[in-house]
C-alpha cells in the first residue's frame, strides 16, 4: 500500500524552484512521506548522486524516496523503491524488479487505461499511477482527460490501489479523486513550482476517503 498521506510527489528539476534537494526536504517538513526521483534525462551517475541525496534527506521524516524508471539503480541508491514505465512487459518487468529489490520495496508502474492497470495488477505491482484525470500545465495538450468518472470507472476493477496523476493541483481536485476510489495522488508541477501548496493537498487526502 502507498504510505500515508497518500500523496506522490515526482520530481522535475526543469520546474523545481530550488535544487531538489533543498526542495525535497521543505516538501518533507511540510508532510509529504513519498517522493520519487524522475528526471529520466539526466546521466546515470548523476541520477545516483542525486537519488541518494534525496534518500538522506528523507530520513529525518521517515519518508519514502523511489525512483522512476531502472529498478538497479534505485537499488543502488538505497531507494525504498521504483516505478516503471507501461508496456507489453509489464508483468515480466515487475517480476524481475520484485526479484531484485525485494519483498519489502515499494513496486508501482505507470497506466493509463484499464489495460495498463490490468497489467499492473497481474505482475504482482504495489500500486499503479493511472493519468491524465485533469488538464495539466505539466504536460499541455496531453490527454484525453479520464475525468472523475472514468477514474472512479477504472479504479473500480482495477484490482491494486491507483495514484491520480494530472492536474490534481487543489484541494478539491484531490478530494474528487478520493471519492472516485482512488487511494491517492500525485502531484508533480504543484510541488515543484509553490511547495507551500502542498499542504492543501496533505490536508484534504488526509481527511478524504474513498466514496466518502
Known amino acids: 500500500m502507498p504510505p500515508f498521506p497518500p500523496l506522490l510527489v515526482i520530481t522535475d528539476r ?100 484499464a489495460a495498463g492497470l490490468a497489467r499492473a495488477a497481474a505482475g504482482g505491482a504495489d500500486y499503479a499511477t493511472l493519468s491524465p484525470i485533469f488538464p495539466s500545465a505539466s504536460k499541455p495538450g496531453y490527454g484525453p482527460w479520464l475525468e472523475a468518472d472514468g477514474l472512479r470507472r477504472m479504479a473500480a476493477g482495477a484490482g491494486l490501489p491507483v495514484i491520480a496523476l494530472g492536474g490534481v493541483e487543489s484541494p478539491d481536485a484531490a478530494r474528487a479523486c478520493r471519492r472516485a476510489g482512488a487511494a491517492g495522488v500525485a502531484a508533480m508541477g504543484l510541488a515543484m513550482r509553490a511547495p507551500p501548496a502542498v499542504a492543501g493537498l496533505l490536508a484534504a487526502l488526509s481527511a478524504a476517503s474513498p466514496e466518502g
Open 14 to 113: 526543469k520546474q523545481a524552484i530550488r535544487p531538489l534537494p533543498e526542495l525535497a526536504g521543505d516538501l518533507f517538513e511540510l508532510g509529504v512521506r513519498w517522493l520519487s526521483l524522475r528526471d529520466k534525462d539526466l546521466p546515470d551517475s548523476v541520477r545516483l548522486d542525486l537519488a541518494r541525496a534525496l534518500v538522506g534527506r528523507a530520513r529525518r521524516w521517515s519518508a519514502l524516496v523511489t525512483l522512476h524508471g531502472d529498478p538497479a539503480l534505485a537499488l543502488a541508491a538505497g531507494a525504498a523503491g521504483v516505478h516503471l514505465p507501461d508496456g507489453g512487459d509489464t508483468p515480466d518487468a515487475l517480476a524481475a524488479a520484485r526479484a531484485l529489490l525485494g519483498p519489502g520495496a515499494l513496486v508501482g508502474v505507470s497506466a493509463h487505461d
